[in-house]
Structures are given as C-alpha cells and as structure tokens.
C-alpha cells in the first residue's frame, strides 16, 4: 500500500470515530436538556392544576381521567410512601397506531383530609423527532466532511510528498556507473532537502569509491595477467628445449598447468568483480530458449565423449531484458556444470517452464551440501581443471538481475533452475 493511501484511510478513520464520539455527546447533552425542560414543564402543569382544584367542591372526587393527567386517592399509607418522582412509561398513541414513549411526573397532595396520587404526563415524541433529526443531520456532515477530508487530505498530502516521489523515482533509475552526479529535485520543506542533501552526498561518494575500485580492478587483473602470460610463454619455450631432461620436462609441465589455472582464476574473479561492480550495463531482450539450443550445440562434443542424452522441454519461450554476454554466460556455466559432473551415460533434461529454467543431471557422486555449490571456490568434484567459480558466477548474474537461482538434490539427482 502507498504511502499517500495509508495515511489517507488512517487520517479518515480516525476522523469518522472522532464524528461518530461528536454526534453521541451532542445527541445525550441535547436530550438531556430537553428531558429537563419536559421535567421543569411538567412541574409548572403541577401547580396550575394544583391551583384549578382549589376552586372545586370541598372534596375532590377522583378523577378517572384527564387530557393530561389523572388524578386518585389514595390511602394514607400509600400517601406517606409515595414520594414524588418522574418516569418514562409507555402508551398508545391512536394517531400514530403504535406505543410510544411518554414522561410522567408523579406526585401527591392532601385535601379535606383526603389523600390524592396525581400523575401528570407529556409525549417524547419531540424528543425522538429531535434525536431523529440529530442523527441524521449528524449523519449527512459525517458523509459531507470525510469526503472534503478525504478529497483535501488526498490532494494535499499528494502536493507535499511530491519531491520526496520525485528523489525516489530518481533513486530508482540512478546506477553507480553513471557520470553525471545524482539531480535531486528541490523543495520548500526543510526535512525534504536535508535528505535530498545527504542522498546526493551519500550517492556522490558511492560513485567515486566506485570509479576507483572498478579502476584498481582493471589495473590489477592487467598486472596480473601480462606476467602470468609472459611466464606461461617462457615454460612453453622451455618445454620444447631438446636438451630437456625428463624430470625437467614433467616439472615444466606441471607449472604449465598451474599457471593456466591461475590465468583462468585471475580471469574468472575478474568477471565476478565486472559483474558484482554492474560493469555491464547494456540491456536488451534475450530469448533463453535460443541461448539454450546454442550452447547445446556447443558443447555437443562433451556430451558425446560421455555418451551424454541431452532433452530439451520448452513448454514456452523465456524472453528477459538481460545482457546478452551475461546470459549466454549464465545459461553455458549451468548446462556445462551439468555435462562435466554428470555420470557417463545419463540423461540430462533441460526444461522451460513459466518463467524458469531447470537443468536436471544425474551427478557421479553426491554432494552433502549442495546449496554451497553457488559459494566461491566451492567444487563439485574433485577435478583439477575445475576452479569451483562456475556457478558463482551464475549467482552473481542472478542477483544483478534479481533472478532466483536455486539448486534440489536427492541422491545423485540434481536440479539447477533460474527463476526469472
């Protein structure tokens, strides 16, 4: 969820509950009141007919019933234990053809030594119609204001976060290998510009320990490597001395074959540092299934000398937007992988599905921890020529591009897949 999004619903739910507390308070201090004025009226209708009885005969006769009160006698027991006091009780309203609520103030008064219970009564209905209208008017600027809120809130906070989307879409598309220092779009909020200001310092120093680190890498593997060709060509020189004793010969050779492997280490760490350093920028789009046909032709001859079935299941085609060099690499370290350790005789399947790829090979031996294969210098047989960085360097094309590299094994049966 975007940040606008969620503070939008958090600051309009809370709005909504502080409506809902504001219309319960006004409704309660409202009808609170109005019982009191209903209370204060029916007090003042006491004393008028209080007043009205005086001019009757002597002894008041009981009155069955009134427009608004009805009067009883009552004994003097009943008399001393009743105490004045307001209820609500209910009637039935002929007009309305249903029960409605009324307010009753009950009192008493002696006269001619008779004994009198007077209840005096009034309709709620104003009160209802009122608590009615409070909830509904409330209900009405409830819907009214959230929308406002909601349309304001949303328009202005949209305004106010603008550069900070504006950083971070810049942010998103800036590389390290990029010239040009990172533009920042200004603002007039203060906090906004500290962190463009510290981005854009953060950025600029990431940048030059960048430049310098990709340009001690080129320098040191060009260091490394004019020696280690200038040496290899002085064994071979020597290796064809006729004067060469056999012992000399067999250490030459053994040399030979230790600094090829040093040259191809040297190369292979070079690779890895280009690719962790994102020194291959350009991008285009790769049909997997394309790069997967021309390396099984490649590597025909290997499959051959091991008597090697390689099958191919494209249920569909895989395009990426990838570096081609990067992928061709990627898709040839895994399907090479898979025909230097496979047993002689197996079957490899090499499978596209969805958005993956699976190579599948039975291996010659088992491996305990097959999840360290993507390590550095992590070997998968003990073969010389193997300089464990194979798949290494398969794992840091993945994570250049986000891809999900991911090895299962059971017994000698090995599953290598990309999900892309």
Known sequence: MRLLTRSTLISSAILLVALLISGLYIYDQVSQEVRDEIDEKLLNRKLEILVSLRSWERAIRPIPIATDFRLDSISAQDYNALNEHFEDISRYELVEGENELHRQLVTKFKRADTYYCLRIETSLLDLEDMGEIIAYSTLDVMVGLLLIAFLVNSLLQRKLWKPFYGTLLQLNAFRLDQVTPLQLPGSSIKEFNQLNETIAKLTAINQRVYQQQKQFV?????????????????????????????NDAQALDILTQQLERLSAMNKALLLISKIDNQQFGETQSVNVGDLIRQTVDEYS????????????????????????HLMAMLVGNLIRNALVHSASESLITIQLADQSLRVENTAATPIAQPETLFGRFVKQSDKPQSLGLGLAIVKSICDTYQFTPSIASEGNQFIFSVSF
């Open 218 to 246: 080129e320098n040191a593997s060009h260091e490394i490597q004019t020696p280690l060709a200038i040496a290899l060509h002085q064994t071979e020189q020597l290796i064809q001395n006729p004067d060469l004793t056999a």
């Open 301 to 324: 001859f290997l499959a051959e000398q091991k008597s090697l079935r390689v099958e191919l299941d494209f249920q569909n085609e895989i395009v990426v937007a990838a570096n081609h």
